[in-house]
């Protein structure tokens, strides 16, 4: 079964920095665009960030300027550099392959006072 697995979400404080990591099979990442989805408590799910195998990169607007995203082909990992968050990025994290029904199973990201 193909298994993308999330790490590095808990709590953090408004003004903090967290980063995200996701690692996965390597044919998912050669054959996709690989991104972070999130869902805020109470809304539906929306795209944060992603990023092609050739390093094309798109940011979500509430994000840009304090989030970057990167990706190590190699290692067949995708991580989420988030800064300066405020209390709008609370939500739980999900790794994906763009397009496709291959996600994580979640990671929470609590920003707190």
């Known amino acids: 079964q193909v298994q993308l697995v999330e790490s590095g979400g808990g709590s953090v404080q408004a003004g903090g920095s967290l980063r995200l990591s996701c690692i996965g099979p390597?044919?998912?990442?050669?054959?996709?665009?690989m991104g972070w989805y999130r869902k805020p408590p109470g809304k539906m799910s929306e795209l944060v960030a992603s990023?092609?195998?050739?390093?094309?990169?798109y940011l979500a607007d509430p994000v840009k300027g304090r989030f970057a995203i990167s990706r190590d082909n190699a290692a067949n990992t995708v991580s989420l550099q988030m800064n300066h968050v405020n209390f709008e990025d609370t939500g739980v994290y999900y790794c994906?392959?763009?397009?496709?029904?291959?996600w994580g199973q979640g990671t929470q990201v609590t920003v707190t006072a």
């Open positions: 994906a392959a763009v397009g496709t029904s291959l």
């Open positions: 390597r044919d998912v990442f050669e054959n996709n665009p």
């Open positions: 990023m092609t195998a050739f390093g094309d990169t």
